[in-house]
């Protein structure tokens, strides 16, 4: 069965610092992999996903995503952090039988939160 | 381009109860997945629907339940509701290979 650690549950990071999210997965064949974020009270909203091809991903927000087949992990990096970035970050593996649309498992999530 | 909506944004049931939660996908979507995300944890997927049907499902029991319909939108039914139903249920629309695309959920409170 695939599953996701996000090893970080909580994150502080100083306005206008870089920033990594961790994630690593667990599966079997070639992941389809994404990463969403989660303000208070909302819905997700895709940031980026990876789903072949080249192993570094751009996403919106100024956010980019490396994916490492060797070392199963998929993490999530911002040059430099906005207040407005802080929220709950979720990683996300799925089956590549269904061409990223089947059912999805998620990390625990990231709570990042921004020092001013 | 509307995106994914869901209705209601607030629920609240008693013990033993039934619930309805509706869907509508983003516009050209014709997969619609349920997700259940309790406080403070990732969402888990409940089951997703194709064509009218049930194409794929998570571990959650029969009392959860749900239909599409022919214009794609969709609804997840749930029966006698216990505590522990107790989540904010979250809708996603897609099509193959192009990512789930989230609505912004409905809270369920069961006292």
């Known amino acids: 069965a695939q599953s996701v650690t996000q090893p970080d549950i909580h994150i502080t990071v100083s306005e206008g610092a870089s920033l990594e999210l961790r994630c690593n997965y667990s599966?079997?064949?070639?992941?389809?992999l994404f990463w969403y974020v989660q303000s208070p009270g909302q819905g997700l909203q895709l940031l980026l996903k990876?789903?072949?091809?080249?192993?570094l991903v751009q996403g919106i927000k100024g956010f980019e995503a490396e994916f490492k087949r060797s070392q199963s992990s998929f993490n999530l990096r911002k040059p430099s952090v906005h207040w407005s970035d802080a929220a709950e970050y979720f990683c996300?593996?799925?089956?590549?039988?269904?061409?990223?649309?089947?059912?999805?498992?998620f990390g625990k999530g990231t709570h990042l939160i921004i020092q001013p | 381009d509307a995106g994914v909506t869901q209705s209601p944004t607030h629920l609240i049931k008693t013990r033993g109860q039934q619930v309805t939660l509706r869907c509508s996908p983003k516009?050209?979507?014709?997969?619609v997945s349920w997700y259940q995300q309790a406080l403070g944890q990732g969402p888990q997927f409940i089951f997703q629907?194709?064509?009218?049907?049930?194409?794929q499902r998570g571990n959650f029991p029969d009392r959860f339940s749900g239909h599409q319909f022919p214009n794609y939108s969709s609804e997840l039914n749930v029966n006698a509701l216990l505590l522990g139903d107790s989540a904010l249920y979250l809708c996603?629309?897609?099509?193959?290979?192009?990512?789930?695309?989230f609505g912004p959920g409905t809270r369920l409170t069961v006292l």
């Open positions: 629907y194709y064509e009218e049907e049930e194409r």
């Open positions: 516009s050209g979507h014709d997969t």
């Open positions: 990876y789903f072949s091809g080249d192993t």
């Open positions: 996603a629309s897609s099509l193959l290979a192009g990512g789930q695309f």
């Open positions: 599966y079997g064949a070639t992941p389809y």
């Open positions: 996300a593996v799925g089956d590549d039988s269904g061409g990223g649309a089947d059912g999805l498992t």
